[in-house]
């Protein structure tokens, strides 16, 4: 259940369910604003750490955070080309996470939101929180636009030339919009005879796809009630339910494969948010539980594929020696790796405090099989 929150307003003591996706705590002072606040004025309330209930104008309170958004960004900066660690980087966007959530944003009892010239939200909430338990609740602007958004690229859907349609994600499932390690999965050589594998936390659903279009029947695994049902969601709609089974399975699922594919979390850090959870992997427990059960789960002569960025090596994260350590001490050996560099708008990014790393981050398919 979502904590209670109170705070005094036009003479009431008013009380609400405090929600936030990213688990930060309720705030601790709280002030009603209406569209006569400034965008100065907000930024500094922000930073001395109060919370804003904002009960203005709609339209007004999106240009607000958009403006504070500019504001945060200027604050919180690295310089271009700033060789600072990414320890610094991440602390920095928490900070600046932290601040921008702390405009907030009434929802009624139906997720109706109550000000002027409101859209209507409540299609979007309820895919994101399910029905509504009638409760009147606070959230952060940020995180009611990032439900919206989500809710747009669901019924939108983002085109996949490989499974021959559109994934269309769910809020806090990762989104297929890095294509080359879809191609990877989608171009690299099938082990002989092979006509089952495994998609390991499948999210989405996309590399299941992938592999049932190229004539595999695929059992998908994950372990995230959204992504689960994301993933059932897109294989149905791509007309692959014979193809594809999806499973609640923590990695594995019971049996072997002649092929058993995984694309973990990239880098071994913290996430601040659910969705993250698909970029990071904290001390790298997903990859090396992928590896650590591979040989168990692999038919004679099978092949694990383990897709990876190596953007972790240039931040210093994880070396290359420890994934190849980790790989032998799994009784595992490399049969090949298939190598692609990434074509998505941050890796031509010179203004990206990481834009060093990223300019030399390779995406590989590493093809393994037990020793």
Same mark, same amino acid.
């Given at each position: 259940?979502?904590?209670?929150?109170?705070?005094?307003?036009? *003479?009431?003591?008013?009380?609400?369910?405090?929600?936030?996706?990213?688990?930060?705590? &309720?705030?601790?002072?709280?002030?009603?604003?209406?569209?006569?606040?400034?965008?100065?004025? +907000?930024?500094?309330?922000?930073?001395?750490?109060?919370?804003?209930?904002?009960?203005?104008?709609?339209?007004?309170? #999106?240009?607000?955070?958009?403006?504070?958004?500019?504001?945060?960004?200027?604050?919180?900066?690295? =310089? $271009?080309?700033?060789?600072?660690?990414?320890?610094?980087?991440?602390?920095?966007?928490?900070?600046?996470?932290?601040?921008?959530?702390?405009?907030?944003?009434?929802?009624?009892?139906? @997720? =109706?939101?109550?000000?002027?010239?409101?859209?209507?939200?409540?299609?979007?909430?309820?895919?994101?929180?399910? =029905? &509504?338990?009638?409760?009147?609740?606070?959230?952060?602007?940020?995180?009611?636009?990032?439900?919206?958004?989500?809710?747009?690229?669901? =019924?939108?859907?983002?085109?996949?030339?490989?499974?021959?349609?559109?994934?269309?994600?769910? @809020?806090?499932?990762?989104?297929?919009?890095? !294509?080359?390690?879809?191609?990877?999965?989608?171009?690299?050589?099938?082990? &002989?005879?092979?006509?089952?594998?495994?998609?390991? !936390?499948?999210?989405?659903?996309?590399? /299941?796809?992938?592999?049932?279009?190229?004539?595999?029947?695929?059992?998908?695994?994950?372990? /995230?009630?959204?992504?689960?049902?994301?993933?059932?969601?897109?294989?149905?709609?791509?007309?692959?339910?014979?193809?594809?089974?999806?499973?609640?399975?923590?990695?594995? &699922?019971?049996?072997?494969?002649?092929?058993?594919?995984?694309?973990?979390?990239?880098?071994?850090?913290?996430?601040?948010?659910?969705?993250? @959870?698909?970029? @990071?992997?904290?001390?790298?427990?997903?990859?090396?539980?992928?590896?650590?059960?591979?040989?168990?789960?692999? /038919?004679?002569?099978?092949?694990?594929?383990?897709?990876?960025?190596?953007? $972790?090596?240039?931040?210093?994260?994880?070396?290359?020696?420890?994934?190849?350590?980790?790989? *032998?001490?799994?009784?595992?050996?490399?049969?090949?790796?298939?190598?692609?560099?990434?074509?998505?708008?941050? +890796?031509?990014? #010179?203004?990206?405090?990481?834009? +060093?790393?990223?300019?030399?981050?390779?995406?590989?398919?590493?093809?393994?099989?037990?020793?």
């Amino acid at each position: 259940m979502n904590p209670l929150i109170e705070w005094p307003e036009n *003479g009431q003591t008013r009380r609400a369910r405090w929600r936030s996706e990213a688990g930060l705590a &309720p705030p601790q002072l709280l002030e009603v604003v209406d569209d006569s606040l400034t965008a100065d004025a +907000a930024f500094a309330a922000l930073r001395d750490g109060c919370a804003l209930l904002w009960r203005g104008d709609w339209m007004n309170g #999106r240009r607000l955070i958009q403006e504070l958004t500019r504001r945060a960004d200027r604050h919180f900066a690295f =310089k $271009a080309g700033d060789e600072r660690s990414f320890a610094a980087h991440r602390q920095r966007q928490g900070q600046r996470a932290a601040l921008l959530a702390r405009l907030l944003v009434p929802l009624g009892p139906d @997720y =109706k939101l109550p000000l002027r010239r409101a859209q209507d939200v409540r299609p979007a909430c309820r895919e994101a929180w399910g =029905k &509504p338990d009638g409760s009147n609740s606070v959230l952060a602007l940020r995180e009611l636009l990032a439900v919206i958004s989500a809710h747009e690229w669901r =019924k939108k859907g983002v085109p996949v030339a490989a499974v021959g349609g559109s994934i269309h994600p769910h @809020y806090g499932v990762f989104s297929p919009v890095r !294509g080359e390690y879809v191609d990877l999965v989608a171009q690299a050589p099938l082990p &002989p005879g092979c006509d089952l594998a495994f998609d390991i !936390g499948t999210g989405s659903g996309v590399l /299941a796809a992938v592999l049932a279009r190229r004539g595999l029947n695929v059992v998908a695994t994950d372990m /995230a009630p959204r992504a689960l049902a994301c993933a059932t969601e897109n294989i149905e709609r791509l007309g692959l339910a014979e193809k594809v089974s999806v499973v609640e399975a923590d990695l594995f &699922p019971d049996g072997r494969a002649p092929l058993v594919v995984c694309n973990p979390p990239w880098l071994p850090a913290q996430p601040s948010s659910p969705v993250e @959870y698909a970029v @990071y992997d904290p001390d790298s427990h997903m990859l090396r539980g992928f590896l650590d059960g591979l040989a168990a789960h692999l /038919a004679p002569g099978g092949e694990g594929w383990l897709i990876m960025s190596d953007l $972790a090596e240039p931040l210093g994260l994880r070396s290359r020696d420890d994934l190849l350590h980790w790989i *032998g001490r799994a009784g595992l050996r490399v049969l090949d790796r298939i190598d692609t560099r990434p074509t998505h708008g941050k +890796a031509q990014d #010179r203004s990206d405090p990481l834009h +060093a790393a990223r300019a030399r981050e390779i995406t590989s398919l590493w093809r393994l099989a037990a020793q």
